[in-house]
């Protein structure tokens, strides 16, 4: 069976430190990935996702920065973080993309920027 | 562009009792896939059932079930038989076609259930 694994699970860093988080998949190939952000009280965010290893896109302008230097790992990551980076980051994989595809979720990294 | 809202920021039920939450998306495509997540006090995002666009019948999954009514583009979630474990942020999401095929996600709905 396919697991998808996160870490750290909470994070606290001051402003303008630097930032890597890391999402592995197991049990499957080929896997889409995304990174998602969730501020507090509001839904999920799209920030970057991938379809294949060094295939990355952002959908969001901003200070972060993410890669797949293996097919089933991906790294968000930031070389100085803003107050505003703060949040709960959620990983997911899908299958082969596409139409039918269900998103499963890790289980997130609490970022908290002082 | 692809919007997704859940006008309930809160909901209420009683235990063994049932709930439905609203969901209103805007797409101009005719093929697609809807989602509920449930987000639990862990965090983490559960899939709780999926609709095929293409499909009329509604999805079901033991307890809870939906009412899709793609004309109306409307997708809500009723659950049946509520128990205190259910109480979790629920979450809208819509597939979409672009960005590859990442989830669009309402603001959610906090389901609160009482013994």
């Known amino acids: 069976s396919q697991t998808i694994h996160q870490w750290p699970a909470t994070l606290v860093q001051p402003v303008g430190s630097p930032l890597s988080l890391e999402c592995t998949v197991e049990?499957?190939?080929?896997?889409?990935l995304y990174w998602y952000r969730q501020a507090a009280g509001r839904g999920l965010q799209l920030l970057f996702y991938?379809?294949?290893?060094?295939?990355i896109s952002s959908e969001v302008p901003q200070n972060l920065s993410a890669s797949r230097p293996q097919d089933r790992q991906f790294i968000l990551s930031s070389k100085k973080l803003l107050l505003s980076d703060s949040g709960f980051y959620l990983c997911?994989?899908?299958?082969?993309?596409?139409?039918?595809?269900?998103?499963?979720f890790g289980p997130g990294t609490r970022l908290t920027v002082l | 562009a692809q919007t997704v809202t859940q006008s309930q920021p809160e909901m209420s039920v009683q235990e063994a009792e049932t709930v439905t939450l609203s969901c209103t998306y805007d797409?101009?495509?005719?093929?697609?896939?809807l989602f509920w997540y449930k987000q639990p006090p862990s965090r983490q995002m559960i899939l709780v059932i999926r609709?095929?666009?293409?499909?009329?019948q509604n999805a079901t999954e033991n307890r809870f079930s939906v009412n899709f009514q793609k004309a109306a583009k409307s997708f809500s979630l009723k659950i049946s038989d509520s128990q205190l474990g259910d109480a979790a942020m629920y979450f809208c999401?819509?597939?979409?076609?672009?960005?590859?095929?990442?989830?669009?996600f309402g603001k959610g709905t906090s389901l609160l259930v009482t013994p």
């Open positions: 997911a994989w899908s299958s082969t993309g596409g139409y039918a595809d269900t998103q499963y």
């Open positions: 049990g499957t190939s080929n896997p889409n």
């Open positions: 991938s379809v294949g290893i060094g295939q």
């Open positions: 797409t101009s495509e005719s093929d697609y896939y």
């Open positions: 609709q095929e666009a293409y499909k009329q």
């Open positions: 999401a819509f597939l979409r076609s672009n960005s590859g095929y990442a989830l669009n």
